[in-house]
């Protein structure tokens, strides 16, 4: 049989659906036809289910043309997709097909032979450019599963300069993604999901809203009512899952899924989805973006939306998983207390409802020709117009003049360096190329004063409606001028950044010391606002500070500032007779200066004030502003300077970190690192081949981490991959000497509190750190290891170890307990009623201590020495854990549970140990605990959680978090150094550094930090 020319198998064409069958036969006749001149593409529109992998295998190999690339968005996929190309679909609807198949390669770095290349966007962006070009050079026919990724204009870019034939494979044909792609309204077929009911191929799903404690009913009605089906669970999150996991794990054989499986023994978990999942056993499968797509299970005929889904797109690939028809099956989707999905999905079906008409259809595809729409919208006004009080003429861009009609409201313009090759007229057509490939209508204008501009007509979709359409015209101007030193001025009336731009050859914004510049306009300057941002991470800190005041250098108290870089301020500026005159905002993070007194500048206006604040920014003025110089400061790096300390962050990762080094495989924590450094460091203890070295620089990127043997990991891709790379990627936070600390890019210097000398016992920190004479003591450590065994007395740990201190605690339950009955601690939580030992895996605290009024997460280090000094290496890794886990003491999900929590009805230290602690429990409800059997204790663990939950959820409940440190940093030595203010010792210095980011952190978030330490 042939289509359009194409010869194509008898049986294989009768196996088709009508939608694929159409599909395929529009685009065998787009691929026939020559390409017209604006290369257009053709568009196959399919909703999820209805076959489109099918197309794209047809498509792909009947094709005339010799080499054909697959694109789609995600590795799952391009495997899937590799599958069924090379001869899957065909076998599982033919028999004994006789068909010559081209072949089928996964590999684009070598696109030598004739045949179809399946790969990923991603993969088409790293290759190098040269490889890109053969690329363009060779292939015939690209086929873009666009699947439901939200568009990368990158993605787009790169595969529009590849000058052949383009098919869009799509199940979402969405006006703002397809503009990128040049789609002809002559070769594009459209099927509809409404088409898709009325032909049979997909069902309607029902849905229903109900509430968490129902969900186990409505799950075993469904399976029961239909029992060859399978039910997914989509999560949002990790604890999520664990959390609907210990829902559903008692009443259904279920399967969870997530990355942070890894490693996990239980038989009903995975990191990874399993193969064939479709014959498996699994009434329930539990996943968060696991299951979404490229895994076929066509027994899922029952979701559960667990979560409002953010994004349309997703919504509709999601839902498609349950609506393909299966049997007399009617899918069902749940929602857990909301509805706010199924009104997602009703906006999708009057969008999919839109497309079923033929003309409808057609009118969709000609308005992605955005340029015709604009015009046709200018050209429906007269030519004069009446408004306001005066008369205007019809805006005609191809007649526009910027130099006598433009007017630029208010002068804000960014101040960027250029790199390296840089040309304005460059930039100039880069920005024209990028409007007109956003849909947008544009022109450029050079002008004799060196001004390059860039005016376009946009449509944007109006903010104001919900569920309906509304394009709204804008006009905007974006403007280029070269100033001295290479500094390029640059006013977008969108905001849009365009620093460190690798194609417009724009680096970084000028630095903090130009844009300040500005206060020298005046005889004298205020301050009237400022904001920072820490120079560090913001997960633990607060993001930022903001002032306003009539004078800010007039604060007394400044000092807070010193671990925070100045983001923005607003100046006034008063001339010899101490009147006002100006007014500015300076954006140091996007290198903004704008003028906030004068408005309404002409383009020649415009030019003057740039080559006035041109004047500015490169003269030599210097500034003394006390609220400006409290702020950490951006420094060029001094490559003299000695590296003191790093800290590198992987906290985030779901597991540690497997690290190969040759033939050997170290694990890294994944936690704060702390390292000393000293000519390098060692990043495993006594590795020689693990030692790196930073190495400073006074260009970008300033700081490079190297190494003489190769580290290599596994990239959550599943490849391997330099661990260097990673390393550098999640840097925290390096200490150089001289107060100098590199983070986020930059180099800062810091003032710190203690430069003049600093009481500790007169401040509010003398309330964080104690010192407890308990504390120092030959022989003690953390948790009573002897020769290697967990010491456990009779059911108590040994008296030689910190936890015992802690346990002490449960001597409340006594009727009338003496202090040294109680420990040290007592004071701090009197009358405790819950102690429980969560120490082990990833636990939440080694010990949660609770009272009716306060609950406190314990987390313990001990050192080895009675005679400790200060240094921030003693307290960071106990402290940077423990604030990693501060969600478990604040979070109001009342199924959180600790990621140990199958530990907690165990023994301790484990199942098995050489000795066993039977009861973690050590106090509940103010009375001594010991189970029965195993049933009454993990019975009780449910008790003692509830009340920890309760409490946790409770404003009434103090919040507190302890960090333990025995023998390993002394109070005393502590005071002493700072006492001492600049002289004081470096690491003494950098552990004030370190309590002071604890303090803000757990402040912002309402919780009490203590420091215990040796006295």
Sequence with gaps: MKKNGLSIDDALWESLRGCQKDGIATAFRYVRRELNEEKNACLISLPTGAGKSGVISVVSQKAQQEKVLILCHRKAIRDQLFSEVSGKFFRDRVDNLTMRFKPVFDDIENISSKGIYVSTFQKLQSIGPEKFTEI????????????????????????????????????????????????????????????????????????????????????????????????????????????????????????????????????????????????????????????????????????????????????????????????????????????????????????????????????????LDAGKLIETYMEAFPNASYFGNSFLSKFNLNNFEPEHSLVIPRASVCFLRSKEDFSIELLSDIIYWRCNKAGELAKRFPTPSGMHIVVSIAFNRSKFLKDQLFFEPSFE??????????????????????????????????????????????????????????????????????????????????????????????????????????????????????????????LNELVDWLEAMDEVISGSSSINSSIIDSFAKPVPVNIELNIESVIFDFSDFASPIDVTIGDNVYQLDNDFIFKKYGNGFLLFPDIVDSHVLIELSDEEPYLVLRSEHQLCYVSAEGEQSNFIDLMTDNLHKVL????????????????????????????????????????????????????????????????????????????????????????????????????????????????????????????????????????????????????????????????LRPGNWGRLSAPWPNVGAEQEMYERIRMCDGQRFEADNQQAREAKLEHVWGIIAKRRQSNLVKKEIWVVAANSFSLRHFKGQLNMGENANSESLQAYQLLSSWISTTNANDIDLKVFVSE
């Design 136 to 367: 363009k050079n060779e292939i015939d026919l690209v086929i873009i599963d666009e699947g439901h990724a939200e568009p990368s204009p990158v993605w787009s870019g790169l595969v529009r300069e590849i000058e052949s034939h383009k098919i869009v494979i799509t199940a979402t044909p969405y006006r703002n993604d397809l503009f990128q792609f040049d789609i002809s309204s002559k070769d594009s077929f459209i099927y509809s999901f409404d088409k898709a009911l009325e032909d049979e191929v997909l069902k309607e799903p029902i849905f229903e809203s109900i509430q968490s404690q129902d969900i186990n009913g409505c799950i075993r009605r469904f399976l029961n009512d239909y029992p060859d089906t399978k039910c997914i669970v989509k999560c949002d999150k990790f604890s999520d899952v664990e959390a609907y996991y210990y829902l559903l794990n008692q009443d259904f054989n279920i399967l969870a899924i997530h990355e942070q499986y890894s490693g996990d023994e239980r038989e009903n978990v995975r990191s990874t989805v399993p193969n064939k999942l479709c014959d498996s056993n699994y009434e329930v499968l539990i996943h968060q973006r696991k299951l979404d797509e490229g895994v076929d299970i066509p027994q899922a005929k029952l979701m559960v939306l667990t979560y409002p889904v953010r994004s349309g797109r997703e919504l509709v690939q999601t839902i498609g998983r349950v609506v393909r028809v299966f049997g007399d099956v009617e899918p069902k989707v749940i929602e857990i207390g909301h509805n706010s999905n199924e009104k997602m999905w009703r906006n999708y079906r009057r969008f999919d409802s839109s497309l079923s008409n033929p003309k409808e259809v057609q009118k969709f595809l000609h308005s």
């Design 477 to 602: 101007v974006t403007l280029f001028k070269l100033l001295s030193d290479g500094v390029v001025a640059v006013f977008d009336s969108r905001g849009r950044r365009f620093n460190n731009d690798k194609e417009l050859k724009l680096g970084s914004v000028i630095p903090q010391e130009k844009l300040i510049k500005v206060w020298s306009l005046g005889e004298k300057a205020t301050t009237k606002e400022a904001s920072s941002k820490a120079i560090s991470t913001t997960r633990k800190r607060p993001e930022s500070m903001a002032f306003k005041g009539r004078d800010l250098d007039q604060i007394s108290n400044q000092q807070t500032n010193s671990s925070y870089r100045l983001s923005t301020a607003k100046l006034d500026i008063y001339n010899e007779l101490n009147n006002k005159s100006g007014s500015y905002y300076i954006g140091v993070d996007s290198g903004r200066i704008s003028d906030q007194k004068e408005s309404s500048f002409s």
């Design 736 to 895: 150089l000497e001289g107060g100098v600390g590199y983070s986020q890019g930059n180099f800062y210097q810091a003032t710190l509190p203690v430069a003049n000398g600093f009481d500790l016992s007169n401040s509010n920190m003398a309330n964080v750190v104690v010192g407890l004479p308990e504390l120092s003591k030959q022989g003690l450590n953390e948790k009573g290891i002897d020769n290697g065994v967990y010491q456990v007395v009779n059911q108590e740990f040994s008296s030689d170890s910190v936890f015992y201190l802690l346990d002490k605690l449960k001597a409340n339950s006594l009727a009338d307990p003496t202090r040294t009955q109680l420990g040290p601690f007592d004071s701090y939580i009197p009358n405790a009623d819950i102690v429980l030992n969560t120490d082990m895996g990833t636990e939440p605290a080694d010990f949660i201590l609770s009272s009716q009024n306060k609950l406190v997460y314990v987390h313990i280090k001990c050192g080895s020495t009675t005679a400790p000094r200060s240094s921030a290496g003693a307290l960071a890794e106990v402290g940077s854990q423990a604030i990693k886990n501060i969600e478990m003491l604040i979070s109001n999900h009342e199924l």
